[in-house]
């Protein structure tokens, strides 16, 4: 969506702050432990669905995407990598493409920030009920107070740009394993509803979107 905009307290806490956190990994300065493991709150959320499978909660790991017009670039740019096999160094180098295409003051502009992407690892509750029930709520929590709540729809790619990109995007950072894309669905998710849901004055169910 061109004139989507996410709220700016969403935005800041999800994007801008871990891109900070990103770039100073890339970079190779010293984080500790604590303040890593709490970056990753943005990263994790439980996606909760409903459906065949009982009303379910799941922790799945979600990125930003580039809008459609840079999607071929980015994923050029990630399969070279990929392509040139797993060695020494070879996470780093993926962190700075990463940052790059993603994480870099620059690539802000590349990005659809109405839409997050995932992969589907496990093929269980998840899988079952997001084939009859496309509804979905990420719920983020980062302690000890801290809390967001996206509400929308899945879209499941089984192959396609978005299904390869979700996947080299994963791999270019982890041990890559072509041959594992085609078992591992790619997941959309169109953002309808932002709320926060926060212990504070201005949280506790309090819609931004």
Known sequence: MSNFELPQKFFKWA????ATMVRKLAAGEK?????????????????????????????????FVP?????????????????SGWREG???????LLVTHIWSPEAKTRLDFSILGSLELAREHSW???????AV????????????EVRGEIEIFEDGPYHMFLNAQ??????????????????????????DNSASKDGFGTRLL
């Open 137 to 148: 709520t990420l719920v983020f929590f980062e302690p000890p107070v801290v809390s967001f």
């Open 15 to 18: 994007y801008e702050d871990r």
């Open 170 to 195: 994963h791999d270019v950072y982890h041990k890559p394993n072509k041959e594992r894309w085609a078992s591992r669905p790619a997941y959309i998710v169109h953002i309808k509803e932002i709320y």
């Open 67 to 83: 809008k459609k017009e840079y999607l071929q670039e980015t994923l050029d740019a990630y399969l070279r990598h990929i392509d």
């Open 90 to 96: 070879y996470s780093q180098e993926g962190l700075k």
């Open 31 to 63: 984080v500790q432990p604590e303040t890593l493991f709490l970056s990753f709150t943005r990263h994790n959320p439980v996606f909760i669905s409903n459906g065949p499978a009982g009303l379910n909660g799941s922790v799945k790991g979600v990125g």
């Open 128 to 134: 079952v009920n997001f084939q009859s029930n496309k």
